[in-house]
């Protein structure tokens, strides 16, 4: 399966690479054009070639175009991409103590999400993941909280007992719904909507502005605000592509870079906002739920032996104010 992957990724690559020259970049990423992740890669893009008075110009495929997040990830190593938004939990299987940033309930708000996005815990992490893997987290921009759809209300961990539910394929985005008796099926983010119109699975987790995005409301008549996860995405360079930089021009990927994460973590925020009487319009139930019910199924597994951060990096997470 890995072999393929790679192939897959390989392939698309060449297919793109008579549109490159030396100073070109490749930027993949699974999100639809119409999302706020892919405007503000854009965004990013074309401040990078004004900035650099068109030295460096970066090309941006989205919609899963370059492959699926596995793919994206290999990607990086194998020379065939350059940059990606890619999940923690995806990072987190090259350096597992990064995942820790999309572990469930582990962020209180909003605000402590920001905080820990630009403290010396995540620092401290993004250098781990450098350090093992030669790739460099440019920023973290905001996924937003992630919650349940389905073709019913999600309002008590009991609901969710045998829910057949589409997940990322990520092995810590398994650890909700397990907590709850819930049966989570790892599938493509392309194929997630059809898996819901034909019933292969009871439903799905993503935050608000992704329902929208990919129009699920059209195939789940319930959105449960569980938000389980403050889930965000680190903007990673691959080592070749970083080492082809001046120091100069690296301080300029990375001022853009991050100002795009911070601008777009906003932006995804005011989303989230806007989005519950957009949906309600649209004739979807939008259920608020105790999540404190659900937290506290998850608690014991935050700190079970098999996780990939320490005992001493969640308690400090804990404690960012």
């Known amino acids: 399966m890995r072999a393929r992957h790679q192939l897959t990724t390989l392939l698309l690559a060449l297919s793109i690479a008579p549109f490159t020259q030396a100073n070109d970049f490749v930027f993949g990423h699974v999100y639809e054009a119409s999302h706020s992740h892919h405007k503000w890669a854009e965004w990013a893009a074309d401040e990078i070639e004004k900035r650099s008075e068109g030295r460096h110009h970066i090309e941006v495929f989205p919609s899963s175009q370059l492959g699926n997040e596995v793919e994206l990830n290999e990607g990086l190593g194998l020379g065939t991409l350059d940059i990606i938004y890619t999940g923690n939990a995806f ?55 992630r919650h349940v759809t389905a073709n019913k209300p999600v309002l008590t961990p009991e609901d969710m007992q045998g829910m ?29 909507y059809l898996a819901l119109q034909q019933g292969v699975v009871d439903g799905q987790e993503n935050p608000l502005p992704i329902i929208r995005a990919m129009k699920f409301e059209e195939v789940q008549s319930d959105i449960s605000l569980t938000g389980h996860i403050y889930d965000s995405q680190p903007i990673i360079m691959s080592s070749n592509a970083w080492s082809s930089l001046s120091a ?32 309600q319009e649209q004739g979807t139930q939008v259920h608020e739920v105790d999540r404190e019910a659900f937290a506290e199924a998850v608690r014991p597994s935050l700190t079970g032996e098999d996780v990939g951060w320490t005992a001493e990096q969640y308690e400090r997470l804990e404690a960012i104010e």
Do not use: C
């Open 248 to 279: 100069e021009d690296q301080a300029l990927f990375r001022d853009v870079f991050q100002e795009a994460a911070e601008q777009g973590s906003l932006d995804i925020q005011q989303q989230e906002q806007d989005l519950v009487p957009w949906f």
């Open 164 to 192: 057949k539910i589409r997940v990322p394929d990520a092995p810590l985005l398994l650890m909700f719904p397990r907590a709850v008796g819930a049966n989570p099926t790892p599938i493509a983010f392309s194929e997630v």
């Open 91 to 145: 990072a987190g299987n090259a350096y597992p103590p990064i995942a820790l940033g999309s572990a469930p309930f582990v962020f209180r708000d909003f605000d402590h999400w920001i905080a820990y996005s630009k403290s010396d815990l995540f620092k401290e992490l993004s250098q781990g993941y450098e350090e093992s893997t030669g790739h460099v987290p440019l920023g973290l921009i905001y996924f937003g909280q």
